[in-house]
Nanobody
Framework: QVQLVESGGGLVQAGGSLRLSCAVS????????MAWFRQAPGKARECVAT??????????ADADFVRGRFTIARDNAKNTVYLQMNSLEPEDTAVYYC???????????????????WGQGTQVTVSS
């Protein structure tokens, strides 16, 4: 059974940083694209970043709001994907979810329906 477990969320002041981790069990992530999504209260879940199966391609779904502040990375040896978030703003407050695309060797997609497996989410709260 594939499980994704996010960690690293919490309460941080505006301008601060957090690094989210997504540990995967039940499947090695080597051949699978992964992504981070987020969902703020009353809003739809949206893509934050994707990373291809080999780590060679990353995509940030909305350059305007990410503005170089977020970085997605993967460590296949640890079966873990990360999201480094810097210069956090109150608008970044949301539950952050990790997702895995169960199809082999994909480049990554910003669309929710492309992902077969999801974590339970980790809360990020940014105070002003």
């Amino acid at each position: 059974q594939v499980q994704l477990v996010e960690s690293g969320g919490g309460l941080v002041q505006a301008g601060g940083s957090l690094r989210l981790s997504c540990a995967v069990s039940g499947r090695t992530i080597n051949n699978y694209a992964m992504a981070w999504f987020r969902q703020a209260p009353g809003k739809a879940r949206e893509c934050v970043a994707t990373i291809s199966w080999d780590g060679g391609s990353t995509h940030y779904a909305d350059a305007d709001f990410v503005r170089g502040r977020f970085t997605i990375a993967r460590d296949n040896a640890k079966n873990t994907v990360y999201l480094q978030m810097n210069s956090l703003e109150p608008e970044d407050t949301a539950v952050y979810y990790c997702a895995l695309d169960g199809r082999l060797r994909r480049i990554g997609s910003p669309y929710l329906h492309e992902y077969n497996y999801w974590g339970q989410g980790t809360q990020v709260t940014v105070s002003s």
